[in-house]
């Protein structure tokens, strides 16, 4: 094989599915029975309706193996749509973290300023505590987390990507 | 439908048990035969059952028996196999039958009872999380907790198992569900909201796989088991586009029948055990067409090796099926008759002028290739070779002209059935491929048999097989299915034996079949005929008498108890480095490790 065939790439793969039971432990089989990576992966109901859910799940490997990834999310029975966003355009990812830092006196205005550098929202604090909201792309999260790691990083919760192509083009 | 009907059925339909609309679902899906097994939480099903006459049941011995007799009886007529098993036991021992169905592609809809809805999940007596412990085993499947949904899911279960690629589709059926009233509703007449295989081939891919043809110089048609799944004027198509281009055609093993052994374009089967010929011209061709097979490891052997030349050419119904192991240049996705069909059509209005010289000379090539014979054997002595009992027992049924079906175990002896026994037509020829199940032949015999009452129905088996599901001589005796073994006794697993022999020093570690029952005493103490041959001058009495007698019959037949299943790709081998035969087998010691750890 060339380096080519061999060199991995990231997907952010957008599914539509049927929203009912047992459709996400589907998707996550396939994803363990058959080997293929997860890096992240989001689910909710998106239609006005609650049948419709939108699975947003981030993989990594080869051209090859990507597009057998999206092959078999698409021969699942439930799924009515897969879409390649990595692969069919711009597109905008975004993820939200809560973010808990603990600390005291010199160490909380310094948690203030860089959550005011990065948009970091309060949406709770006591005299020891902050927790920040913040939505944005992995890396950014990521940044923001080794930051606070030295001044009292003490849990974080991250929901995973979603993302949705840039301009009027849909999946639907 | 009218106001005024819609209304009648519905009231009609709510005097109904679930049990008697899952049995009135069944039957507007044409089912007309259900191999199952009893249990508590299937007892209003098997109640409704005893109350009518539209669907009969075939009483199995064991679950996993259900399964393959239903695949028996859906790979012989086409239709949807149709199983009822109860839940916990009833529904893990089918398992291994649904995985079989899921990887050979045969249509099944298995009806699994389950402990009433509000016990879910509480460890009730055989409970078990069937749609967890399924959902990998099958194409799809289903928990019905609502009356309102059990008529739909039971037509929608037929849909799926039947469309697209065939597979085997799970409904998992609470007790109350059963027992409580249900509506009815007819088969929606409207798409699947999600579920719309493709069928129809794109024409402008049709059109780059006529240029690859028309211009091939070394061509060759891959067939496999997509055609016969597709329907028998498929394996028609597929006879006439070989015959209108000239180009030689193989078959994998599940493919056998879908192009007739007698034509001389048959190149035979290819693969681990396929012809010289047919792995030759994979290897050496230009442009591959392959229909409905999907480049299982069994056939490419070491995938960086496989036909390194070509230019191929992929059909299939499932679109992940192609460029999933190997890649390849023209990619089309539809149902192999629909594809064969534009294949034909384009062909002929296409003006481009095929190189007959290059085709000739190819063709001059394969014939070289065949004069090897290298499925030859010399039947000397006093010791049946296991190759000429399948011959022998294939001429004899050929001069008898008696329609003819055949199914394996999986072995040594499967794979010189395949090699050995011709088949004509599709639909004939019943083996477990994908998943490699001992003790699949007897039971799909016996669903074979169902389905063609007047038919000749044989189970090529091994002895090491054929006690991996020996129950079901009970479930012949009960239906008086005539139903004949012929067992291949070499008093070894022989293909494990073989590669112990060949790739792991001789040491035959526990592949020595020990203690065997008689097979005589055993055929008769099921009610049916036992007969023993050991004498090669009595192997066509022997076979004559198995074929002659009315009932179910086992004929073992003591075979040379070291041969080899040649030729052979070794693991981790390519098209080119075929073995033979034991002259050759010097050539296995060149197996990497990395060869080895290939199964």
Same mark, same amino acid.
């Not at chain 2, 929606?188 to 295989?197: G, L, Q, V």
């Not at chain 2, 043809?213 to 006879?239: D, F, M, Q």
């Not at chain 2, 034509?263 to 442009?287: I, R």
């Not at chain 2, 000739?360 to 090897?372: F, H, N, S």
């Given at each position: 094989?060339?380096?080519?065939?061999?060199?991995?790439?990231?997907?952010?793969?957008?599914?539509?599915?049927?929203?009912?039971?047992?459709?996400?432990?589907?998707?996550?089989?396939?994803?363990?029975?058959?080997?293929?990576?997860?890096?992240?992966?989001?689910?909710?109901?998106?239609?006005?309706?609650?049948?419709?859910?939108?699975?947003?799940?981030?993989?990594?490997?080869?051209?090859?193996?990507?597009?057998?990834?999206?092959?078999?999310?698409?021969?699942?029975?439930?799924?009515?749509? $897969?879409?390649?966003?990595?692969?069919?355009?711009?597109?905008?990812?975004?993820?939200?973290?809560?973010?808990?830092?603990?600390?005291?006196?010199?160490?909380?205005?310094?948690?203030?300023?860089?959550?005011?550098?990065?948009?970091?929202? $309060?949406?709770?604090?006591?005299?020891?505590?902050?927790?920040?909201?913040?939505?944005?792309?992995?890396?950014?999260?990521?940044?923001?987390?080794?930051?606070?790691?030295?001044?009292?990083?003490?849990? $974080?919760?991250?929901?995973?990507?979603?993302?949705?192509?840039?301009?009027?083009?849909?999946?639907? | 439908?009218?106001?005024?009907?819609?209304?009648?059925?519905?009231?009609?339909?709510?005097?109904?048990?679930?049990?008697?609309?899952?049995?009135?679902?069944?039957?507007?899906?044409?089912?007309?035969?259900?191999?199952?097994?009893?249990?508590?939480? %299937?007892?209003?099903?098997?109640?409704?059952?005893?109350?009518?006459?539209?669907?009969?049941?075939?009483?199995?011995?064991?679950?996993?028996?259900?399964?393959?007799?239903?695949?028996?009886?859906?790979?012989?007529?086409?239709?949807?196999?149709?199983?009822?098993?109860?839940?916990?036991?009833?529904?893990?021992?089918?398992?291994?039958?649904?995985?079989?169905?899921?990887?050979?592609?045969?249509?099944?809809?298995?009806?699994?009872?389950?402990?009433?809805?509000?016990?879910?999940?509480?460890?009730?007596?055989?409970?078990?999380?069937?749609?967890?412990?399924?959902?990998?085993?099958?194409?799809?499947?289903?928990?019905?907790?609502?009356?309102?949904?059990?008529?739909?899911?039971?037509?929608?279960?037929?849909?799926?198992?039947?469309?697209?690629?065939?597979?085997?589709?799970?409904?998992?059926?609470?007790?109350?569900?059963?027992?409580?009233?249900?509506?009815?509703?007819?088969?929606?007449?409207?798409?699947?909201?999600?579920?719309?295989?493709?069928?129809?081939?794109?024409?402008?891919?049709?059109?780059?796989?006529?240029?690859?043809?028309?211009?091939?110089?070394?061509?060759?048609?891959?067939?496999?088991?997509?055609?016969?799944?597709?329907?028998?004027?498929?394996?028609?198509?597929?006879?006439?586009?070989?015959?209108?281009?000239?180009?030689?055609?193989?078959?994998?093993?599940?493919?056998?029948?879908?192009?007739?052994?007698?034509?001389?374009?048959?190149?035979?089967?290819?693969?681990?055990?396929?012809?010289?010929?047919?792995?030759?011209?994979?290897?050496?061709?230009?442009?591959?067409?392959?229909?409905?097979?999907?480049?299982?490891?069994?056939?490419?052997?070491?995938?960086?090796?496989?036909?390194?030349?070509?230019?191929?050419?992929?059909?299939?119904?499932?679109?992940?099926?192609?460029?999933?192991?190997?890649?390849?240049?023209?990619?089309?996705?539809?149902?192999?008759?629909?594809?064969?069909?534009?294949?034909?059509?384009?062909?002929?209005?296409?003006?481009?002028? /095929?190189?007959?010289?290059?085709?000739?000379?190819?063709?001059?090539?394969?014939?070289?290739?065949?004069?090897?014979?290298?499925?030859?054997?010399?039947?000397?002595?006093?010791?049946?070779?296991? /190759?000429?009992?399948?011959?022998?027992?294939?001429?004899?049924?050929?001069?008898?002209?008696?329609?003819?079906?055949?199914?394996?175990?999986?072995?040594?002896?499967?794979?010189?059935?395949?090699?050995?026994?011709?088949?004509?037509?599709?639909?004939?020829?019943?083996?477990?491929?994908?998943?490699?199940?001992?003790?699949?032949?007897?039971?799909?015999?016996?669903?074979?048999?169902?389905?063609?009452?007047?038919?000749?129905?044989?189970?090529?088996?091994?002895?090491?097989?054929?006690?991996?599901?020996?129950?079901?001589?009970?479930?012949?005796?009960?239906?008086?299915?005539?139903?004949?073994?012929?067992?291949?006794?070499?008093?070894?697993?022989?293909? %494990?034996? /073989?590669?112990?022999?060949?790739?792991?020093?001789?040491?035959?570690?526990?592949?020595?079949?020990?203690?065997?029952?008689?097979?005589?005493?055993?055929?008769?103490?099921?009610?049916?005929?036992?007969?023993?041959?050991?004498?090669?001058?009595?192997?066509?009495?022997?076979?004559?008498?198995?074929?002659?007698?009315?009932?179910?019959?086992?004929?073992?037949?003591?075979?040379?108890?070291?041969?080899?299943?040649?030729?052979?790709?070794?693991?981790?081998?390519?098209?080119?480095?075929?073995?033979?035969?034991?002259?050759?087998?010097?050539?296995?010691?060149?197996?990497?490790?990395?060869?080895?750890?290939?199964?």
């Amino acid at each position: 094989m060339s380096e080519a065939e061999n060199a991995q790439r990231a997907a952010t793969i957008a599914v539509l599915v049927e929203n009912e039971a047992g459709v996400l432990a589907r998707v996550i089989g396939l994803f363990s029975g058959r080997g293929y990576n997860i890096d992240s992966l989001t689910v909710a109901p998106v239609d006005e309706t609650g049948r419709i859910s939108r699975i947003t799940v981030v993989t990594s490997g080869t051209e090859m193996v990507i597009e057998q990834i999206k092959a078999q999310l698409d021969r699942l029975v439930p799924v009515h749509k $897969v879409s390649d966003l990595t692969l069919e355009g711009p597109h905008l990812t975004r993820e939200l973290a809560l973010i808990k830092v603990v600390g005291k006196g010199e160490h909380r205005m310094e948690a203030l300023r860089l959550a005011d550098a990065f948009r970091a929202r $309060v949406v709770d604090a006591t005299i020891e505590s902050f927790v920040f909201e913040m939505t944005g792309n992995a890396d950014k999260i990521d940044a923001f987390c080794a930051l606070m790691r030295p001044i009292g990083l003490a849990e $974080v919760s991250r929901t995973g990507a979603v993302a949705i192509a840039r301009g009027p083009r849909g999946i639907n | 439908m009218s106001a005024a009907t819609k209304t009648a059925s519905t009231e009609a339909a709510l005097t109904m048990s679930g049990a008697e609309v899952v049995l009135r679902a069944l039957k507007d899906n044409g089912v007309e035969v259900i191999f199952g097994y009893p249990g508590g939480a %299937v007892l209003p099903i098997y109640d409704a059952i005893f109350q009518q006459n539209a669907i009969r049941h075939i009483l199995v011995r064991h679950e996993q028996a259900a399964v393959h007799a239903a695949e028996g009886y859906a790979r012989s007529t086409g239709k949807v196999g149709c199983v009822l098993v109860t839940s916990g036991p009833g529904a893990t021992n089918a398992v291994t039958g649904l995985v079989d169905a899921l990887l050979d592609s045969i249509p099944i809809v298995c009806l699994t009872g389950q402990v009433p809805t509000h016990l879910i999940g509480n460890d009730a007596f055989q409970e078990a999380d069937t749609t967890g412990i399924t959902r990998p085993a099958t194409k799809h499947n289903y928990l019905v907790k609502k009356s309102e949904d059990l008529a739909r899911v039971v037509h929608e279960a037929f849909y799926v198992a039947k469309s697209g690629r065939p597979g085997p589709v799970v409904i998992d059926l609470p007790k109350d569900i059963l027992i409580n009233k249900a509506p009815y509703s007819e088969a929606p007449k409207t798409e699947h909201r999600s579920y719309r295989p493709q069928t129809q081939p794109d024409g402008e891919q049709i059109r780059k796989a006529i240029a690859l043809l028309k211009g091939a110089k070394k061509p060759i048609v891959y067939a496999g088991g997509g055609v016969i799944n597709a329907g028998p004027e498929a394996s028609r198509l597929l006879t006439d586009f070989v015959h209108m281009t000239g180009f030689p055609c193989t078959n994998t093993l599940m493919g056998l029948g879908a192009f007739s052994s007698d034509d001389k374009q048959f190149v035979g089967m290819l693969g681990m055990h396929g012809t010289y010929e047919a792995n030759l011209a994979m290897h050496g061709c230009d442009v591959m067409l392959n229909i409905g097979a999907r480049f299982d490891d069994r056939v490419t052997g070491r995938l960086n090796a496989f036909s390194p030349g070509s230019k191929k050419i992929h059909a299939d119904i499932d679109p992940s099926s192609i460029n999933k192991n190997v890649p390849v240049d023209v990619p089309i996705v539809g149902d192999a008759g629909r594809v064969l069909a534009a294949l034909i059509e384009a062909w002929k209005a296409d003006g481009q002028a /095929q190189d007959k010289p290059a085709l000739t000379a190819w063709w001059r090539q394969i014939d070289e290739w065949r004069g090897i014979d290298c499925l030859r054997y010399r039947q000397e002595g006093k010791i049946i070779k296991p /190759q000429h009992a399948v011959k022998r027992l294939y001429e004899i049924t050929r001069e008898l002209g008696r329609e003819t079906f055949i199914s394996t175990e999986v072995g040594q002896h499967q794979m010189w059935a395949a090699q050995y026994f011709g088949f004509q037509k599709p639909n004939r020829w019943m083996t477990s491929g994908g998943l490699g199940t001992m003790g699949y032949g007897l039971p799909a015999a016996m669903g074979v048999q169902i389905a063609h009452p007047d038919a000749l129905c044989i189970d090529i088996a091994g002895e090491a097989s054929i006690l991996m599901n020996i129950q079901e001589m009970g479930t012949l005796a009960q239906y008086r299915l005539p139903v004949k073994v012929f067992i291949l006794n070499n008093e070894y697993m022989g293909m %494990v034996r /073989q590669w112990q022999e060949l790739l792991h020093g001789g040491r035959y570690s526990e592949s020595y079949s020990a203690a065997l029952p008689d097979f005589v005493k055993l055929a008769e103490s099921f009610h049916a005929k036992g007969i023993r041959v050991t004498d090669p001058a009595d192997l066509d009495a022997g076979i004559r008498e198995m074929i002659a007698y009315p009932g179910p019959v086992i004929a073992d037949i003591a075979v040379a108890k070291d041969e080899n299943c040649f030729p052979m790709i070794p693991s981790g081998a390519a098209h080119n480095e075929m073995i033979l035969g034991p002259e050759q087998e010097g050539g296995v010691a060149g197996v990497t490790d990395e060869g080895k750890v290939l199964v």
